[in-house]
C-alpha cells in the first residue's frame, strides 16, 4: 500500500477482554516497529520485527502483550486481559531496512490505533 | 536506562521568529538522530535526521548534533503557525532501536 495501514483506528473494550490490533506495512519495508504513546507521552517501543529474524519483544510491558508477524508482511498486537492503563494509541512504524546512515532507516508511521478501556 | 530528554514546554515563538529545540541523550552508543513531527492527533513524520556532527540544513530546518555534549538541536527559522505541533527527538544506537524522547510542544503564535 501507499502507507502503513492501521486498523481499526479506535477500539473501545472493557477491562479483560482481549484486544488485536493489525498493523499493514509499507508494501517492500523489512524492518515494522510497534510504539504505544499515553497522552501527552513520548513514544514507547515496544517490539519490532525485521525479516525472518527472531524479533525483539524487550519493550512488551507484561506476558498480556504478544505480536507476531506473518510473512514478513502484516503484524497483529495482541493484548490480552485488557487492564485500564492499556489505554494509549497504538502505533506501528516500518522501515526500508538498517543499512547504516542513511534516510532509509526513517520509520513511516502508520496513523494509529486509539484504544480505550474502560 | 537509556533515555532522551527534551523539555515538554510549550514553547511560544512570534510568527518568523527562530524556534530552537533541544535534546540530549544519555546513549553514547547513539549515531544517529531523527527530529519527527507531531500534529495533535495525528502520527509522528520525520522532518530531519543526522549523525554527523555539525549543522545538517533543509530549508527552514537545521539540525545539529554535538556528539561530545550528547545534545542535539532543531532550529526552525521564519517560524510559521503551521510550524506549532510537537517536535520528537530521537536516537538510534545503529541496531534498530529507536529511543523516543517525550516531545517538545511548540506554538508558533500569529
Known amino acids: 500500500g501507499a502507507g502503513v495501514s492501521q486498523s481499526p483506528s479506535n477500539k473501545v473494550t472493557e477491562k479483560g477482554k482481549d484486544v488485536e490490533l493489525r498493523c499493514d506495512p509499507i508494501?517492500?519495508?523489512?524492518?515494522l516497529y510497534w510504539y504505544r504513546q499515553s497522552l501527552g507521552q513520548g513514544l514507547e517501543f515496544l517490539i519490532y520485527f525485521q525479516g525472518n529474524s527472531a524479533p525483539d519483544k524487550s519493550g512488551l510491558p507484561s506476558d498480556r502483550f504478544s505480536a507476531e508477524r506473518t510473512g514478513g508482511s502484516v503484524s497483529t498486537l495482541t493484548i490480552q486481559r485488557t487492564q485500564q492503563e492499556d489505554s494509549a494509541v497504538y502505533l506501528c512504524?516500518?522501515?526500508?531496512?538498517?543499512?547504516?546512515?542513511?534516510?532509509?532507516?526513517?520509520?513511516?508511521f502508520g496513523s494509529g490505533t486509539q484504544l480505550s478501556v474502560l | 536506562q537509556k533515555e532522551v530528554e527534551q523539555n515538554s514546554g510549550p514553547l511560544s515563538v512570534p510568527e518568523g521568529a527562530i524556534a530552537s529545540l533541544n535534546c540530549t541523550y544519555s546513549d553514547r552508543g547513539s549515531q544517529s538522530f531523527f527530529w519527527y513531527r507531531q500534529y495533535s492527533g495525528k502520527s509522528p513524520e520525520l522532518i530531519m535526521f543526522i549523525y554527523s556532527n555539525g549543522d545538517k540544513e533543509d530549508g527552514r530546518f537545521t539540525a545539529q548534533l554535538n556528539k561530545a555534549s550528547q545534545y542535539v538541536s532543531l532550529l526552525i527559522r521564519d517560524s510559521q503557525p503551521s510550524d506549532s505541533a510537537t517536535y520528537l527527538c530521537a536516537g538510534c544506537s545503529g541496531t534498530y532501536k529507536y529511543i523516543f524522547g517525550t516531545g517538545t510542544r511548540l506554538k508558533v503564535l500569529a
Open positions: 508494501s517492500g519495508h523489512t524492518a
Open positions: 512504524a516500518s522501515s526500508l531496512d538498517m543499512k547504516g546512515f542513511s534516510s532509509n532507516e526513517k520509520l513511516f
